[in-house]
């Protein structure tokens, strides 16, 4: 049984790797390994992640690349970057020794923080438009990344606030579809998502009722749930407890903090609606989050 995992298939071992970190929320949502491979190839085979290859070899050299049928074969410059969405059935060979870094990312959770982070909807196609391209921008913010691993303080710190760096980056200049590709409502747009997540944002600590959302957005209650659900996929009341409860579980990391205090803070009624809110979404209460985080 082959894996879909492309840790598991890379023929050598990474000098470098995030595994080896505490894992971070932003471990989460990337995968960064650093390779220095002699010549060598992968099998053609399709994985469940977004990969991402960032040359950093300041001498050109071959690479041949299988894409969906399709053979490629081309001089790899320094700073250019291959991108091979999920689903996509690719193979891989280099013809002189690599200095690259692989970022892999689970296509569910780029969504989910382009969307609770930015406010930006990213069609299904997600990164699919941009198989190759040279951004040195890019190339820099994951060097930072891969060089937060081995600092000798604040690695933790330092790999989440550069993590959200190259995500960033990588979004907001080829995450977003054009207007016209958007899989969404042309009646709930990124705008009317923008102006929720930014209500919410302020408001989550106190009453937040559907009519507020509704009237943040520019629609009557009617149409804003039924389109709010059908862009995002919840409802406004199942986003917001998801809302809180992300919030919640930042604030379970401060050990004394009370749960009460946790429970006020993020709007909910008291501990017990807290609690059971908490466990209908990560399965476990915040006591056993706390506990095993």
Known sequence: MTSNLYQEVYPEP???SNASLNHTRAADLLNLEYFEAQPSSMPYQVF???HILINL????HRVENWRDGEHRDFIFQQHEIIVTPAGVRSGWCWHAKSKVIVITLIPSKLEKFAQSEL???????????IPQFIDEDICNAAVMLRDAINSQMGSEVMFESFSRIFLIKLIQ???VQREDDLQFSKSFTAKHYQRVLEYVRKSFSYDVSLEKMATEAGLSTYHFARLFKQTIGQTPHQFLMSFRVEKAKNMLKEIDRPMMDIAMSCGFADQAHFSRVFKQLEGKTPKQYRKNS
């Open 173 to 175: 200049k080829y995450g």
């Open 57 to 60: 070899k300041k001498d050109s």
């Open 14 to 16: 990474p000098l470098v």
């Open 48 to 50: 469940d992640q977004h």
């Open 119 to 129: 406010g930006i909807l990213l069609g299904s196609k997600q990164l699919q438009d």
